[in-house]
């Protein structure tokens, strides 16, 4: 089974929003912290926020606060990015990861396992 698995992702304008979901395995869920990442073009990965498997979360990205919440649904095993007010910077390839552990979620140097990425492109 793959660890996780992203969606969400799309087209929107400037000002819009979108919902990305991450998707995990019981176990990967229940047990490990797990992140949002994002890569524009020519850049590197920045991390976005990362989360406890007991919920509590920790933004990475000044750029979102304010704009990104993150959310976690037990029942389906899935994490969501509540995307608002998208700005043309935030177009990126958006990663969901997994860290090695349950804590230190803070520590961006933790998440080794990725999923495949899901696109977002803000237009102008």
């Known amino acids: 089974q793959v660890p996780l698995v992203e969606s969400g992702g799309g087209t929107v304008q400037a000002g819009g929003s979108l919902r990305l979901s991450c998707t995990a395995s019981?176990?990967?869920?229940?047990?490990?912290?797990i992140a949002w990442f994002r890569q524009a073009p020519g850049k590197e990965r920045e991390g976005v926020v990362g989360?406890?498997?007991?919920?509590?979360?920790?933004e990475f990205a000044d750029s979102v606060k304010g704009r990104f919440t993150i959310s976690r649904d037990s029942a389906k095993n899935t994490l969501y990015l509540q995307m608002n007010n998208l700005k043309p910077e935030d177009t990126a390839m958006y990663y969901c990861?997994?860290?090695?552990?349950?804590?230190?979620?803070?520590?961006?140097?933790?998440?080794?396992?990725w999923g495949q990425g899901t696109q977002v492109t803000v237009s102008s």
């Open positions: 019981d176990d990967v869920y229940s047990n490990y912290c």
């Open positions: 990861a997994r860290g090695v552990s349950s804590t230190h979620c803070s520590d961006k140097s933790q998440y080794n396992d």
């Open positions: 989360t406890y498997p007991a919920g509590a979360y920790v």
